[in-house]
């Protein structure tokens, strides 16, 4: 089975604090995704990974940004954690080609206090 | 912009009823449509991968119908389960670019025993 492995299942960190979220996967999938989601809002994308070093700016990157300095890890880090990035973060993978699925962690609640 | 909607928001139906959750999509030129399962407070499981090519897929009680041209995509959930009550979200990837999804809102289903 694909596993995505995401570090923390809950974090509390306070405001200011610079924040590292982890996520592996295990099956040698070149994309590797970091989502949040929020009520109301469903899951928006943070940024991409389609390469080791490389990434590329989703929808919503402001005050992240991420690592991969290895094709099984890919890191989101939080520059200085404010109130307003208290969420649910996911972590997701996938092959490159068609007919290839994405694969999610089970997520992680950080609450920014 | 592709952007997915999903209706119904929520639905209650008692156990052993056969029902349908809609997904819609504004831009055609689609890569594959996913479906995915959400628990509360959990990260999201596969269910069905539909490429573009493909009219529908099958996994057990599951059937997920794509009607590219039109913009659509169905999940049939036959005699339901109280163990089926979950968050139910599609998702699309495009062509061009990028290959993260861009994701509905879900449709939150309870099956009551």
């Known amino acids: 089975d694909v596993k995505v492995t995401q570090s923390s299942r809950y974090l509390v960190k306070r405001t200011g604090e610079k924040v590292f979220l982890e996520c592996v996967q295990d099956?040698?999938?070149?994309?590797m995704f970091w989502y949040r989601q929020d009520p109301g809002l469903g899951l928006r994308l943070i940024y991409f990974?389609?390469?080791?070093?490389?990434?590329e700016k989703g929808d919503i990157p402001e005050g992240y940004s991420v690592s991969r300095e290895k094709k099984e890890r890919f890191s989101l880090i939080l520059e200085s954690a404010s109130t307003n990035q208290t969420s649910m973060y996911l972590c997701a993978s996938s092959l490159v080609g068609r007919g290839t699925e994405a694969f999610f962690g089970q997520g992680t609640r950080l609450t920014v206090v | 912009k592709q952007e997915v909607t999903q209706i119904p928001a929520a639905l209650s139906v008692p156990e052993g009823e056969n029902l349908v959750l809609n997904c819609s999509f504004t831009?055609?030129?689609?890569?594959?449509l996913q479906w995915f399962r959400q628990d509360p407070g959990k990260g999201l499981t596969s269910l069905l991968l539909i490429q573009s090519s493909q009219r529908e897929q099958t996994s057990g009680r599951l059937n997920a119908s794509l009607d590219k041209s039109s913009g659509r995509s169905t999940l049939y959930i036959a005699a339901s389960q109280p163990g089926d009550s979950a968050t139910y979200l599609c998702a699309v990837s495009l062509p061009a670019g990028r290959r993260a999804l861009t994701f509905g809102s879900g449709t939150r289903l309870q099956v009551q025993p």
């Open positions: 099956m040698d999938h070149e994309n």
């Open positions: 990974s389609y390469d080791v070093k490389m990434k």
């Open positions: 831009d055609s030129a689609i890569y594959n």
